[in-house]
């Protein structure tokens, strides 16, 4: 069985896959808009997206430490099922899916974990991520944030309508031009995974072929 840890690494990818294809939705203020329609906006620009490219930067807070985890790389989307996040700080890793097998490749310790993407998405809500069919509307309840950052940016809240084990809320920040900028997922044990993307390139052509990983001679292959 893939463990808890390695579950929630995989789940917090799975969401930034999801929501990394919400940018450009179209003319107008955020500001001007209910949380209800701007999701809505969101969602179209979902469903008409077909790939995206990014470089990313990561920080994780976690409730009984005191440090950070920071990592840095590159990330790309085919949908559905296809992608591919390649760390290179604070060591290089890769966690890579061509759809039916997940793989997570640790430089450090020599060794490549793979696993059934079906084995790992249990729930509704994860496996509509991964698949490329997920809703907002139909997923989440869509609320305002207490805390709204510049008097022209939306901060959503979004909170899972069946209660998931590795995410009580999510919150998307939304500038005047209705593109994403940052991505917070807050698990059920008081951690925070903050995610902002940059030099972003959607609808580009991608082979498939991107989307396996062969690791180094040397490396130890765990069959979960």
């Known amino acids: 069985m893939v463990n808890d840890a390695l579950k929630k690494i995989l789940f917090f990818a799975i969401c ?12 107008g ?6 949380p209800e329609e701007i999701a809505r906006l969101l969602q179209e620009t979902y469903d008409k997206t077909t790939s995206m490219t990014a470089d990313f930067q990561q920080v994780t807070s976690m409730k009984m430490s005191r440090r950070d985890r920071r990592g840095e790389g590159t990330v ?14 604070p060591d290089p890793q ?18 490549m974990m793979v696993m059934p993407a079906k084995e790992y998405l249990q729930s509704d809500v ?10 907002i509307l139909r997923d989440f309840n869509v609320m305002p944030c207490e805390e709204v950052e510049g008097e022209e940016i939306c ?22 031009n209705f593109l994403v900028t940052r991505l917070c997922i807050y ?22 072929d991107f989307f396996s990983f062969s690791p180094p001679a040397d490396t130890e292959i765990v069959e979960q």
Not at 29 to 34: G, I, Q, T, W
């Open 16 to 27: 930034g896959v999801f929501f990394s294809l919400f940018f450009l939705v179209g003319p």
């Open 29 to 34: 203020s955020a500001a001007d808009r209910s």
């Open 76 to 89: 790309a989307i085919l949908k559905p099922g296809r992608m591919r996040w390649d760390y290179v700080s």
């Open 94 to 111: 890769v966690l890579v899916s061509d759809g039916e097998t997940m793989s997570m490749y640790f430089s450090k310790s020599k060794q």
């Open 126 to 135: 994860t496996y509509s991520f991964f698949a490329g069919t997920g809703n």
């Open 155 to 176: 901060s959503l809240k979004l909170v899972p309508k069946t209660p998931h084990l590795q995410v009580e809320f999510i919150r998307v920040w939304v500038d005047s």
């Open 187 to 208: 698990d059920n044990y008081g951690s925070v995974t903050d995610l902002h993307f940059s030099n972003i390139m959607i609808n580009k052509v991608i082979s498939p």
